[in-house]
């Protein structure tokens, strides 16, 4: 079922403090004027209806989001979306647990170069085609808000499939290699809603799977991740929202 969201000048903190299982406190800021703090577990969230703006602290970061038009009040967190076509979303959970990840959108068709935008060249030479599994915006302004990049290189091993805080989510150990003889350079790939669905599909048919030359477009972000003992881990990834196998006309994969 789709969430529901409420404007974000009307928020309900007495409705977010049951979520969260804390009491709303009355705050005031310089710059946003009056508010409501909540205190979690390790994380203090503040929210500024009349200035469209809330913010998220934990002991190793701060999420802050402006022009906030829309919120959502679900069990034991709240979830606040900013943008309209390139939205991004911050989920705040009564445990203390943050995440803030863009909300990717159904992709299009489109062809993919051999070359990533680093100039790396991992295949041979001649012409290519690609087996897109998922799709970029490709507007000036969407690019300049996600700030994505670009990067090719090899599966390490086969996609991994999953849920992360309540989205469906698929992955994949991504290897570099470097024309200078250097060990290759790895990055988790991660990508998620219908981007993980699509990828799973081009999965089942054997397009992108372990050792195959894909072209993801994404953008690096730091996670915090829970130990299998307790607590958390800080973990870079590639968060990716169009991954693409990239074919050679010539021998090869």
Known sequence: MPEQYSAFHDFDAEAAGQALGSEPRTTRDVAHGDGQTFDLNNAVLEVYPDAGVTRATTPDARVELFRVP????????????????????????????????????????????????????????????SETATRPATSPDAREAVQESQLQGRLGRDPWFSTRDDRPAAGFPL???????????????????????????????????????VAVTGQPVV??????????????????????????????R
């Open 223 to 252: 996670v915090e991740l829970p130990k299998p003992g307790g607590g958390v881990k800080r973990a870079r990834e590639i968060h990716a929202s169009a991954v693409a196998r990239v074919q050679s006309a010539g021998p090869g």
């Open 175 to 213: 290897a570099i290699n470097h024309d200078d003889g250097r060990k290759p350079t790895w990055h988790d790939v991660v990508t998620f809603d219908e981007t993980a669905g699509l990828l799973q599909e081009a999965f089942k048919k054997h397009q992108i799977d372990k050792g195959k030359l």
């Open 70 to 129: 829309r919120y959502t009040v679900k069990e034991q967190r709240v979830i606040f979306e900013q943008g309209d076509d390139d939205r991004s979303r911050l989920q705040v959970r009564a445990d203390g647990k943050v995440a803030f990840h863009p909300v990717l959108r159904s992709p299009e068709q489109s062809q993919t170069d051999e070359t990533a935008a680093s100039g790396h060249q991992d295949s041979p030479t001649g012409q290519t085609a």
